[in-house]
C-alpha cells in the first residue's frame, strides 16, 4: 500500500493460496456451524476479498515491471515533494511546536543532525534551532525530507560529508554539527542549544 492508498501490491500465489484458505474456513465453519468461526474467518475473507472489484484500486504483482516503474515514479514524487514546507527567496516556512515559522537561511542559528535507534532501523533526524529560541525537528519520515536538505545545502555552508558522518555506524546517534552561525565548536553548541537533559542520546 503506497500513498494516496490507491495501489495494493500483492504477490499472486499468497493472494491466490490466502482466499482458498479463508474461503475454506468459511465453508468448514458453515458445515459444522461453528458460528465464532465463521465470524472470524468470514471477516478476514471479506477484508481480503473486497479489494479484487476495487475498480479504484489498481493491482500491482512483486516484481513486475509495472511494479518496479510504480516505484521508480514514487521515488522520484518523493524527492521532488516540498511536502510541509514553502520556499521563498531567502528563506522557507515550515509547521513547528510554536506554530509555521517564517525563517531565512541567513538566520538559522544552527543545525544538528543525528539518528534515532527504532530498533529495527535508524532515523536520521535534523534539529533546526532558530531566531527567538525557536526551533523545529525534522526527520526522514517528514514530508518534503528530501528537497530541505538539498535546499539546506544549496544556501548553508555545511559540514562536507556530514550525512555519512552521521549515518555510520548503525543504531549509534552520532550527534554532528553540520552548521553554526558563530562558528563555536561542537562542544560549546552542544552547551549552548541543549539543556542537559534534552540532549539526543
Known amino acids: 500500500m503506497f500513498r494516496k492508498k490507491q495501489v495494493v501490491y500483492k504477490s499472486r500465489p499468497r493472494l491466490i493460496a490466502l482466499l482458498l484458505i479463508n474461503w475454506g474456513f468459511v465453508a468448514l465453519c458453515l458445515w459444522t456451524k461453528q458460528w465464532s468461526g465463521l465470524a472470524f474467518f468470514g471477516l478476514g475473507t471479506v477484508i481480503t476479498?473486497?479489494?479484487?472489484?476495487?475498480?479504484?484500486?489498481?493491482?500491482?504483482?512483486?516484481?513486475?515491471?509495472?511494479y518496479r516503474a510504480h516505484l521508480t515514479r514514487e521515488f522520484a514524487a518523493m524527492q521532488t515533494d516540498p511536502g510541509d514546507f514553502t520556499y521563498f527567496a531567502g528563506g522557507f516556512s515550515a509547521p513547528a511546536a510554536t506554530g509555521y515559522l517564517k525563517i531565512a537561511w541567513d538566520d538559522l542559528r544552527a543545525v544538528f543532525a543525528y539518528k534515532r535507534d527504532l530498533y529495527a532501523t535508524d532515523e536520521l533526524c535534523l534539529d533546526i534551532f532558530c531566531p527567538e529560541n525557536n526551533s523545529l525537528t525534522i526527520t526522514e519520515e517528514t514530508a518534503g525530507w528530501h528537497t530541505f536538505t538539498e535546499q539546506l545545502?544549496?544556501?548553508l555552508p555545511l559540514l562536507p560529508g556530514w550525512y555519512?558522518?552521521?549515518?555510520?555506524?548503525?543504531?549509534?546517534?552520532?550527534?554532528?554539527?553540520?552548521?553554526e552561525r558563530e562558528n563555536r565548536s561542537f562542544a560549546q553548541a552542544v552547551a549552548v542549544y541543549y539543556p542537559t537533559d534534552a540532549q539526543p542520546a
Do not use: M
Open 49 to 66: 476479498t473486497y479489494l479484487l472489484p476495487d475498480s479504484k484500486k489498481k493491482r500491482l504483482l512483486y516484481s513486475t515491471p509495472a
Open 164 to 179: 555519512g558522518e552521521v549515518a555510520v555506524p548503525a543504531f549509534k546517534t552520532k550527534l554532528t554539527l553540520p552548521y
Open 153 to 155: 545545502a544549496a544556501h
